[in-house]
């Protein structure tokens, strides 16, 4: 299952990063495309927006066990910063802790209050 949260969700929309897009990033992730494994549960993936290359669009960090639990936790674009602190490299490691720990009931209580969102699946 691949989630979001909120904050991530937010600046997603913001950002015009589709769910489709996000689903092809842990499809790549899954055969091994992935720009940094960072410990943690973190990895960090480049998407690349329409119209735009990978190399000066989005960067995100998802938390992950790499099997069935995938959530998007940080985006930014190149152009906005260069990468993440330690402290914000730390924090997301707990965060992914936190969130790959969940049971499926937690999950849907998350899903319910709104602090995850499930990435949509087309039909």
Do not use: C, Y
């Amino acid at each position: 299952m691949i989630f979001k949260t909120r904050n991530f969700a937010r600046w997603a929309r913001k950002s015009r990063l589709s769910d489709s897009l996000l689903k092809m990033a842990v499809l790549e992730i899954q055969r091994g495309l992935l720009e940094a494994d960072l410990g943690g549960g973190i990895v960090e993936k480049r998407i690349a927006l329409p119209g735009r290359g990978k190399r000066g669009s989005t960067r995100t960090l998802l938390a992950t066990n790499r099997n069935d639990r995938w959530f998007f936790v940080f985006g930014f674009e190149k152009n906005e910063r260069v990468d993440i602190s330690e402290n914000e490299l730390e924090s997301l490691k707990k965060l992914a802790k936190d969130l790959l720990d969940l049971t499926a009931a937690q999950i849907a209580v998350s899903l319910g209050e709104g602090s995850l969102v499930e990435v949509e699946h087309e039909a």
